[in-house]
């Protein structure tokens, strides 16, 4: 069975870090790329950044770019994203998922999801 279980998510104030966590487990998933969502109420899924599993390519979303970097540790087959210089407009659910066919940026691309994780970030 296909487990993504994000961590990492919580409260910090505008201007700070968090860094979120993405443990896989159940299959290989050496022919997949790593990607990173948001979602708030109301919204559809917004992506953030996919990257490859051996970790050597990467792609972000205008709206992170700069900001946020997508890390892979092939070992723990964990995904990291270190999200800097926080504002209170990237409170919403973060989720991680994984995409058999390459670095996609649309959320129908992914074949397996996380619950998501929250990010809250006060002004």
């Known amino acids: 069975q296909v487990q993504l279980i994000e961590s990492g998510g919580g409260l910090v104030q505008a201007g700070g870090s968090l860094r979120l966590s993405c443990a896989a487990s159940g299959r290989a998933f050496s022919n997949y790329a790593m990607g990173w969502f948001r979602q708030v109420p109301g919204k559809e899924r917004e992506f953030l950044a996919v990257i490859s599993w051996s970790g050597s390519s990467t792609y972000y979303g205008d709206s992170v770019k700069g900001r946020f970097t997508i890390s892979i540790d092939n070992a723990k087959n964990t995904v990291y994203l270190q999200m800097n210089s926080l504002k209170p407009e990237d409170t919403a659910v973060y989720y991680c998922?994984?995409?058999?066919?390459?670095?996609?940026?649309?959320?129908?691309?992914?074949?397996?999801w996380g619950q998501g994780t929250q990010v809250t970030v006060s002004s």
């Open positions: 998922a994984a995409d058999r066919d390459g670095l996609g940026i649309h959320q129908y691309e992914y074949d397996y």
